[in-house]
Nanobody, 125 residues
């Protein structure tokens, strides 16, 4: 059974940093692409970033590129999202997701098969 558990969310002020973690189990994490999505109240789910199985190739939404860094530690079965220079528009529930395979080719949620419960990030101005 795939299990994804996010942590690290909280309240931050604009310009501050937070690091999200996602502990994964129930599948071969080192063989899987992974991603982060977010959803703000009243808005649709939004792609944030994904990383391929090798932990090297990444992709980011334009809104976070240059501020956020996605990484995966295959020895710890953990996915990370380092969020720097946070803005109020980064507020939302952040979800970790398991890719459909070793690679994901788009920013679409349909490329991901399992999701965590989410961790809330709130950024004040």
């Amino acid at each position: 059974q795939v299990l994804l558990e996010e942590s690290g969310g909280g309240l931050a002020q604009a310009g501050e940093s937070l690091r999200l973690s996602c502990a994964a189990s129930g599948f071969t994490f080192s063989d899987s692409a992974m991603g982060w999505f977010r959803q703000a109240p009243g808005k649709e789910q939004e792609f944030v970033a994904h990383i391929q199985w090798n932990g090297i190739t990444t992709d980011y939404a334009a809104s976070v590129k240059g501020r956020f860094v996605i990484s995966k530690d295959n020895s710890k079965n953990t996915l990370y999202l380092q969020m720097n220079d946070l803005k109020p528009e980064d507020t939302g529930m952040y979800y970790c997701a398991k890719g459909r395979g070793t690679w994901v080719w788009t920013q679409s949620p349909s490329d991901f098969t399992s999701w965590g419960q989410g961790t809330q990030v709130t950024v004040s101005s």
